[in-house]
């Protein structure tokens, strides 16, 4: 078959290959991939910042974010059948730590989990794979148009139902919510805090008028540009938020956002800041806010498969409540035999995807 991969540390070395035919061994499920969805993750290992290739393979098929057909199961392959579509998660445990034994990969302790497309196995941006059901989620009818953006819809689901989780420990419940950046990632989070009604702010620095703009409003943000008033001056204008989901991937907006906080207010850090950048903050400041406002920061990454359901379930009444936006984030679809456009930053937009087949 024919698969888009890397040479895991080489700068620039993604390229279209032939890779062996995958067969599903006996209860696994062969799935034909309908598209994956491109992200930074997929422009920094192509950058060789990181990403390791299966042991015994030179090269590291790429792509987490996936969507696909079931196209046959090997003998009894659990609640799983041909003509199902499935999104497959990304991380699989390790084989030592107490929270990847008990269904909780995104906590590995041990730091020796690996990921499809990322850490030690073969991504998605191939024409087939295959997978044991147990890391396989099905997509009903109604979602399967957006079932790309399900991977990273997990990520935020994760971010909100931990957030509002650590806030049991509070006799009041969080109302108001502030989400920082309008990427994918961004409007996901909104999408997942809006389902759970919480009033949200949507905060990033494109214009008012923008299609990323525009999306947000649609799920019942309010939106703030910060070329109207910069992000040091917000915190003057508006009260402060009780959740706060940081998605810009900027670790200077990070500490910023520790100083919106409302009283007793918790921060989730969702961006995986690259390179060794340093920032002169206001230590002291920051500290004791975060201790006399009684404060939460904690970061989140990677999903459990409680949140595959509550993503797919947030996916289920977004679309309910809110027709076509989320459909919305998916700009461009390219031919996968394109996929060099989108890696040379040819392709501007929101969420871009590669089209594998139909
Ligand atoms: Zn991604
Ligand atoms: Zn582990």
């Known amino acids: 078959m024919k698969a888009i991969a890397v040479i895991p540390g080489q700068q620039n070395s993604i390229h279209m290959q032939e890779a062996p ?3 599903p061994a006996a209860g696994e499920a062969l799935v034909r991939v ?15 910042l990181y990403g390791e290739a299966p042991a015994g393979s030179d090269y590291l098929i790429l792509g987490h974010e996936n969507f696909g057909l079931v196209e046959a199961v ?6 799983i059948k041909p003509g199902d579509y499935v999104v497959a998660s990304v991380r699989r445990p390790c084989t030592e730590c ?6 909780r990969a995104d906590l590995c302790s041990s730091g020796n989990y690996t990921e499809r497309g990322i850490k030690g196995r073969h991504g998605y941006m191939a024409e087939h794979y295959t997978e044991t059901p147990e890391f396989l989620f099905k997509i009903d009818e109604e979602i399967k148009d957006i079932g790309v953006l ?3 819809m997990t990520i935020v689901e994760k971010g909100a139902a931990e957030a509002i989780e650590i806030q049991k420990r509070l006799p009041s419940k969080p109302r108001t919510a502030m989400v920082f950046g309008a990427g994918p990632v961004g409007l996901l989070a909104a999408a997942a805090l809006r389902v759970r009604d919480l009033d949200t702010l949507v905060v990033s620095k494109e214009d008012a008028t923008d299609t990323r703009a525009q999306i947000a409003k649609a799920m019942g943000c309010r939106y703030h540009s910060v070329q109207s008033s910069p992000l040091q001056e917000l915190g003057k204008q508006i ?10 991937g900027s670790s200077a907006v990070g500490f910023l956002a520790m100083q919106m906080l409302a009283a007793d207010g918790i921060l989730c850090l969702l961006s995986v800041t690259g390179g060794d950048k340093t920032e002169l903050v206001h230590a002291a400041e920051i500290n004791r806010d975060l201790v006399l406002r009684n404060n939460v920061v904690f970061g989140s990454v990677n999903a459990s498969p409680t949140h595959y359901q509550l993503a797919i379930e947030a996916m289920k009444t977004a679309e309910k409540r809110w027709p076509g936006v989320l459909g919305q984030l998916i700009t461009t679809r390219l031919p996968w035999t394109d996929f060099a456009k989108w890696f040379n930053r040819q392709v501007s937009g929101i969420k871009s995807t590669l089209e594998i087949s139909s």
């Open 74 to 79: 090997g003998g009894a392959a659990k609640g």
């Open 150 to 152: 399900l991977e990273p």
């Open 98 to 103: 107490f929270n990847c034994q008990h269904g």
């Open 21 to 23: 035919d995958p067969k």
């Open 239 to 248: 009260p402060a938020p009780d959740i706060v989901l940081e998605c810009t």
């Open 34 to 48: 309908l598209r994956v969805g491109l992200c930074g993750t997929d422009a920094e290992i192509n950058s060789g």
